[in-house]
């Protein structure tokens, strides 16, 4: 992919996403290069998040405090966001089949890896734009996560061949609901067996 190609590709998924969805799908990249892809992309992503909270740290002491360790661990975090996107990938395509979806693993793969390098330049345009205005970047921060919905529904729509965004936006919101409970779950088997083995000593 050229610089060309790349420019272009960009300016699809903000305005005609159904369109950049297709010309992703028709890549056929190999998974193997795409879990790569993405594992990398949530380095720099991690890194810019990090730099971020570095130089916009919360005003109040009380709310850095509530931020998990593990979002401020360049790191812990790094590994926190590719485990959810691995998950993320696994579930939207099951949930999506569950509903007469079509997507393959790998085409939900090469979406969720594509919208990753979006966050990235997103992410950095929110950095720069902070060092000027807090205002105006905290405005495009709420502006650019409702388009991220949207973008996210029709690359799904698209995926799965649905007919309409209703069944794509379902897809998402059981997806949601599911790695919710999921790690719920996971939390609470691993609260019990810490609290159990304390117990025993």
Known sequence: MTQSDFQTLVVQTLRTPDEAATRLLALNLPR??????????????????????QLSPPSDPAALAMIPPAFQSPVLFTM??????VITVFVLQWIGQAMGGKAELGDI?????WLQVMRFLFQLSILILSLVSLTLSAVLV?????????????????AHRFDNLGKALGVMVLALVSIA??????????GAAILGGTGNV
Request: aromatic share 14%.
């Open 32 to 53: 193997r290069w795409l879990w790569m892809a993405m594992a990398l992309m949530c380095v720099l992503n991690s890194i810019v998040y990090s730099v971020s909270l």
């Open 80 to 85: 926190f966001l590719f485990g959810a996107l």
């Open 109 to 113: 793969l090469v979406l969720l890896t």
């Open 142 to 158: 709420l502006v650019g996560s409702i388009w991220a919905i949207y973008i996210l529904a029709v690359f799904l729509n698209t």
């Open 181 to 190: 409970v999921g790690l719920t779950l996971i939390l609470g088997a691993l």
